[in-house]
């Protein structure tokens, strides 16, 4: 079977046949999804179904990496006949260099989305905006202890300002001392790894300018000195993702179970239906405010309310906090235009195709863009300023209200899908419901779960839609496989919106998916902190930028165990990584010492030496490996025999009482 | 005539016959290395030369920049059938995005090398070395001028620290003001057009993390807002390069006329050599200090002592400050291994290709690399530390005169060519030059002259060897003829090289290059200012991170003309860019206001769009624009041109005494 693609367009005569083509080859696994698919498109358009069957064949150097285009002498490419490019650059420096500039790329979006965030909390303490406060001065205090900031005789605004200038430090200036976001919520044992391989960085946007210097042309050709310095660059990504969502959380408050539903069902004809898509909250927190106060605005205009929905990880953001519904994931986004009853897509940053955007043309949805980095021909700008965020989120839904009257009725079609899900938890949630067992230390739940045998240990689902593989499918297929062995299962961004629509997060999932250990596991910590939303199968943990909330989850595993992160039996998948920040994601957590699965082939098969450096020589030096898989259930039994593998070496480990800080690499 | 290949590899069966054909369509202009390359080769191994021809055909979708790699679901690739992505990018945005992360990649080679500059200035004055000291107070104490640092009562030591202090807030920190080394260094009007437009940049470090960020999967597909956002990018490039300039220049010393020889006959059999290349005078510096004090060694082992010499921009930096000989650019670097003379090549950074290290094993040569970004499989690593530079320097200069003994006669085999030549042209220089005309204002005395029509104005030649042309051929072309239309000429980088090694820069050339303008203007004030090196027909003025000192000279002139900088007739040429450097260099050039002509096609030809925004749209806004021409005939004359139509609007604005900062963006 190809591996990268399974239609081509050579007989794809004309639309009609393209779209008999598409459900026959099933290109979702999403049902909602599949409706939309199957119905009309609008004269001249496409989905990004249609257009990745276009793209067949993609080019083969660019699939394996071995195109170098790091000069305008280039491109360059590595061939059997031609083993080196113009400048004398082999397979294992060109594959290498491609690797480190995704993990560059997909750090500066979350380090930039950090940035942003850190500006904001820095205008709501210099009181250049009323429309954002300190939601959380129970996380702000946390985040002072963690960091060393003294609460002495300070007001909430005081420390928050603290805070933020620590993170401004993190992102540049001219400092000695590794990042403190990393350094204060690692182990022990990571600092000192990190340190002796000298890739603990000391400012993100140094790092991140010097990993593209580090891969120009004339520069570094030692694949292993590039791929850690890539390993750096994403404990960056880390640093500045951590400060993310640390800066949400105080903003706009740590996210507690709350229930909704998910699915393009959620879309509700007779609202007027605002979008949110993208991934910051600042934005969409105020169109949720402005949606709720222009509700009589929207009922004048023949509407029973103003309905918010959130698509891809804005979606994400406001399924945590809100319980707004979830209506799409990334591969799902145009489907909700073609609803024909999105009145309003309003778009922040990242993972907005601009497709979505030439779609919505044809139907009455106004399209907004609204940050200066994220522009779209002929979309409606706006400067989304902090300074006046709720006037302008106003203005912006109001453009939804007009749109409502400008439907057309004979292009509504909403599939009648949705599931209940309950969302919204974090890590202190999780300690939360844990500490009705453990009042004391509440991870010990987790770990005497794990230790007994009852749970199989602890996985990350995160990641994207990656039209390679039929959408959703190989998230559902796998972490099926996983719940049955009694693994518990959190999840982040398009892999939990994946979830979302599947029903993976409906209240009391777990008995249907679960096996008998994580059925009673849950069971017990549920009757010991009960919630009134109930428990899922899958813990959904916040958008792709909250990938830490799952690193905290570890470290503190690790910390009660006793032992270094690479000994805990935690293991994470994206089964359909795509944008580059799934890159960068997937580094960290193998320097972090995670097993992780890439279910989609990224392009390192060029050069044997670099796809043996992130498989193997990764393991023997951070404890943490790449498993690179596309077949699925190949994929869930390499995860949990990474698990199985840890487990029997904690058992080893305890019974010869070793100390995790005299422990040899050899020995992960 | 194809545009882009000259050879192809379909018919070259055999190495001799690679080896005819490379004379046959002659690769290169300069005749020591079209020798070099007519000898044998060590079996198995190729050049740079062979490389670029087993190359072709390159991938047109590279070449005209409409393939995305941007996320792992691509490669996409823009066809007239597939107009756009999997997420619907259009051929604009993703050339734009394409051509603006060049920019970002340059920037951070130029701003990381400025950064180091600056670490070790700290060091200097932190008394962590001694190897280092404060060379040019004056310069320190004109820098500390520009930048507003009071010098009353202070030190060099304790300016040179604020000075670098102020430097690292440049690179990184959360601050609202534009870049000081930016702010300072520049007109009011370009001040203002910068802040209006909004691509003042007020970090370096955040502005291209920034950059990365703008041109991810889902982000701006806007090409007007991605390419302004590439010269906010390339704002930063001159800030990190001109942070480089002015730190070298106060560590070792501004550079004056200095007297020396060039191109690869200056390999001397008789001496050890030791070849330095890249681009940081930090290790090279030392590397001629050690050779000084090991002489004697290199007697006692059969050889009249040990001879530096450079290649590529460490040697445009040794032959600045030192005299030291240049033996090759950027194209020429294997043909300095191939003299078999070359003991030792010790490398820093930059335009370094690992095939030179390839064909160092053939050879007695010990191949060097002591930098932690650029490591090369193989060679023999030095981490070079500035605290203790001198000893690291003379232990690789020993084992260059180590392997001097090991030498194998039957492969030497020097070039019997070398040119005079007096480099050493900083702006400083050339002000103290016209000053014996104007003592007061010595700019004016080159104002004057092309006022009066004597000159025809200032080119600025720059930039790589790029393959895709015959080596240096274009570069002496272009410059012979804007000499013969009396324009004076300023170079750096491995242009200037290429004037070097062809005699361009020999005491008097003016005599035989330059129209009767150009000789009259130079006989003048160097009759008024006399050297003891005489005048070259084109004025060094450094490496390619050196570039910056021509916009000093072009900013002064605009002060003194009372204009801004796009009306001074002032153009720039980089016949042969190769390196992302070299995109971030042109694109500064235009924001500050300069026609500038490039040689190879950048890939931007994908998108008729962004072809107009590099080559018109940025003219109406910046005042500057890229000429994309191939030709060097119709090069010339373009910019020949460009001055023409400056000189004319600068009549026309004396006539009617308009003001500069009334100046409608219309009226360039």
Redesign the interface.
């Known amino acids: 079977m190809p591996r990268y693609r399974q239609t081509t367009v050579g007989d794809l005569k004309n639309q009609a046949v393209q779209r008999r083509k598409i459900t026959d080859t099933k290109r979702t696994a999403d049902p909602a999804t599949m409706e939309v698919l199957c119905g009309e498109l609008p004269e001249g358009n496409?989905t990004?179904f249609d257009?990745?069957a276009?793209?067949q064949p993609?080019?083969s150097?660019?699939?394996t990496g071995v195109?170098c285009?790091?000069?305008?002498?280039?491109?360059?490419?590595i061939t059997p006949?031609?083993d080196?490019?113009?400048?004398?650059?082999?397979d294992y420096?060109i594959v290498a260099r491609?690797v480190a500039r995704?993990i560059?790329?997909?750090?500066?979006?979350h380090?930039?989305h950090g940035?942003h965030i850190?500006?904001t909390v820095l205008k709501v303490v210099d009181g250049k905006t009323s429309d954002y406060s300190i939601k959380d001065p129970e996380k702000l205090h946390a985040v002072c202890k963690r960091l060393g900031v003294s609460t002495e005789g300070k007001n909430d605004e005081e420390l928050a300002r603290e805070v933020t200038?620590l993170a401004?430090e993190d992102?540049?200036?001219?400092r000695e001392e590794p990042c403190r976001w990393l350094d204060t919520t690692i182990t022990q044992g990571r600092r000192e790894k990190f340190r002796n391989c000298?890739i603990a960085p000391t400012?993100?946007?140094?790092t991140?300018?010097?990993?593209?210097?580090?891969?120009?042309?004339?520069?570094?050709?030692?694949?292993v000195?590039i791929i850690f310095?890539g390993l750096k660059t994403a404990l960056c990504d880390y640093t500045g993702m951590h400060i993310a969502t640390d800066l949400q959380d105080i903003l706009f408050g740590t996210p507690y179970p709350v229930a909704t539903e998910a699915n393009l069902g959620v879309i509700d004809a007779d609202y007027v239906n605002i979008a949110t898509h993208g991934h910051n909250p600042t934005l969409s927190e105020m169109i949720v405010e402005a949606a709720l106060q222009l509700k009589g605005e929207a009922e004048a205009a023949g509407a029973k309310g103003v309905k918010v929905v959130g698509i891809c990880c804005t979606g994400n953001e406001l399924i945590m906090r809100q319980g707004v519904a979830l209506a799409a994931n990334k591969a799902s986004q145009e489907m909700a235009v073609l609803t024909g009853a999105v009145d309003a897509m309003i778009v922040d940053?990242?993972?907005?195709?601009?497709?979505?955007?030439?779609l919505a043309e044809c139907f009455h949805t106004q399209f907004i863009t609204t940050a200066?980095?994220?522009?779209?021909?002929g979309a409606q700008h706006f400067d989304f300023r902090e300074e006046d965020a709720l006037e302008t989120a106003k203005t912006m839904v109001r453009m939804g209200i007009e749109a409502y009257g400008k439907r057309k009725p004979e292009l509504i079609r909403i599939p009648d899908v949705k599931h209940a899900a309950v969302a919204g938890w974090s890590t202190e949630a999780l300690m939360k419901l844990f500490a009705g067992v453990e009042p004391e230390e509440p991870v010990k739940a987790l770990n005497d779960a794990i230790l007994a045998g009852e749970l199989s240990g602890v996985a990350l689902f995160a990641g994207c839609n990656?039209?390679?593989v039929t959408q959703d499918e190989s998230h559902l297929s796998i972490v099926k496989e996983l719940l049955k062995e009694n693994v518990l299962v959190v999840a982040t961004g398009c892999s939990a919106g994946a979830f979302a629509k599947a029903g993976l997060l409906t209240p009391g999932a777990y008995r249907e998916y679960g096996g008998e250990g994580l059925q009673r596991f849950l069971d017990r910590v549920h009757e010991a902190s009960p919630t009134s939303t109930g428990l899922p199968a899958v813990f959904h943990q916040g958008s792709c930028v909250d990938n830490t909330r799952a690193a905290d989850l570890m470290v503190a595993m690790a910390e009660q165990l006793g032992v270094d992160t690479p000994k805990v039996p935690f293991v994470a998948s994206a089964p359909e990584?795509?944008?580059?920040?799934?890159?960068s994601i997937g580094s960290w957590c193998v320097a972090l010492g995670m097993p992780v699965h890439v279910g989609?082939m990224?392009?390192v098969e060029g050069s044997p030496l670099v796809y043996s450096i992130v498989t193997q020589v990764a393991h023997d030096v951070y404890g943490g490996h790449f498993i690179l898989e596309s077949d699925a259930e190949l994929a869930a039994k390499q995860l949990l025999d990474a698990l199985e593998y840890r487990r029997w070496k904690l058992d080893v480990h305890r019974a010869t009482a070793e100390k995790y800080d005299a422990d040899p690499a050899a020995s992960w």
Not at 84 to 90: D, F, L, V, Y
Not at 349 to 358: E, F, L, R, S, Y
């Open positions: 496409t990004v257009r990745y276009s793209q993609q080019c150097f660019g699939l195109c285009r790091n000069c305008i002498q280039g491109p360059c490419r006949k031609n080196k490019g113009i400048c004398g650059a082999a420096t491609n995704l560059a790329g997909g750090t500066s979006c380090s930039t940035y850190a500006e200038l401004f992102f540049g200036g001219h000298n400012s993100i946007d140094r991140v300018v010097g990993m593209l210097d580090q891969t120009a042309m004339g520069q570094d050709s030692d694949p000195n310095g940053v990242q993972c907005i195709m601009p497709a979505t955007k030439a200066s980095q994220v522009k779209i021909p990656n039209l390679r990584a795509m944008h580059e920040k799934a890159v989609v990224p392009p």
